[in-house]
């Protein structure tokens, strides 16, 4: 990674607000993201950074901010301008998300059929580069229901870069597997940026993932960013709070007795 200062930001959050209802889940979030840059986003069960990762995929609109992939404001967009963007997006859903009654070919193969007018052969020659990246060659005729978690993943994977996307979403990537598949899935996570040049966006709560592959860590809390920046800088940080996180201490919150029996009588 060279200076942020000579990089073109690809993604650019300003003065992100989110409600749910009459409770604030993101408190006016910030962010760039720059081009060929793997960023981690971390944080503890209700920090938000589920909230940040739909809205960044154009699935949710917030209360107010804006939100710029590749140069344009999606939470401006029509449905069809929003169509156009994600062709440039790819996304490796938590559990996989592949359909059951297809093969791992035509899994990864349907962006294509979706998105693209291409041939047939075109099609499958790509979807078997694809899968040969992801260290699945041959297993196209499988369905999902005959590969291991570890593979799945891989497969999900290829379906996600399948269109040489300017973007790569994952949410929970090593989540649910054994030590060995986790740290195969983050070598291939880093070879597929170093091949294809693409800018990565990864919400985990996998420390060692995260310390591996990250060029940066985002880190929120209760729907505050308390740092973004290096893996070194985030580990060495002498916020109590990140301290908390990464070593796994529960939080020692103070408790506002006024805030506690509203809460508890419904009270205003």
């Known amino acids: 990674m060279t200076d942020n200062a000579e990089k073109i930001p690809v993604v650019e959050v300003e003065n992100l607000v989110t409600h749910y209802g009459d409770r604030m889940i993101l408190k006016g979030v910030s962010l760039k993201i720059y081009q ?19 809205h960044l995929l ?24 929003m169509y156009e963007i994600r062709r440039h997006m790819g996304v490796a859903f938590q559990g996989g998300a592949l359909f059951g009654s297809m093969t791992v070919g035509e899994n990864v193969m349907l962006p294509l059929r ?20 992801v260290n699945l060659a041959g297993f196209e005729n499988l369905m999902p229901s005959e590969l291991s978690g570890g593979m ?6 290829a379906r996600a870069v399948v269109m040489d996307p300017k973007l790569l979403f994952f949410d929970e990537p090593s989540a649910g597997l054994d030590p060995v598949a986790a740290v195969e899935l983050d070598e291939l996570i880093l070879k597929l940026r170093s091949a294809l040049k693409m800018s990565m966006v990864v919400v985990t709560h ?8 990250a060029d940066r860590i985002t880190v929120l809390d209760q729907g505050d960013i308390l740092m973004t920046d290096t893996v ?13 996180l990464l070593n796994r ?18 009270y205003n």
């Open 58 to 81: 154009g699935l949710h609109k917030p209360t107010s901010g804006c939100i710029r992939l590749l140069g344009k404001d999606i939470t401006k967009l029509n449905n069809q301008e």
């Open 36 to 54: 060929g840059e793997i960023i981690v986003i971390m944080g503890g069960s209700g920090s938000g950074k589920s909230t940040l990762l739909r």
């Open 206 to 213: 996998e420390l060692d993932s995260a310390f591996k592959i």
């Open 249 to 266: 201490m529960p939080r020692d919150d103070a408790v506002d007795t006024d805030e506690y029996l509203r809460r508890l009588t419904g």
């Open 152 to 157: 799945i993943k891989r497969a999900a994977l």
């Open 114 to 133: 979706e998105h693209t007018d291409l041939d047939e052969q075109t099609m499958q020659i790509m979807t078997r580069l694809k899968l040969e990246v």
């Open 232 to 244: 070194e800088n985030v580990r060495n940080s002498d916020n109590q709070r990140i301290q908390s």
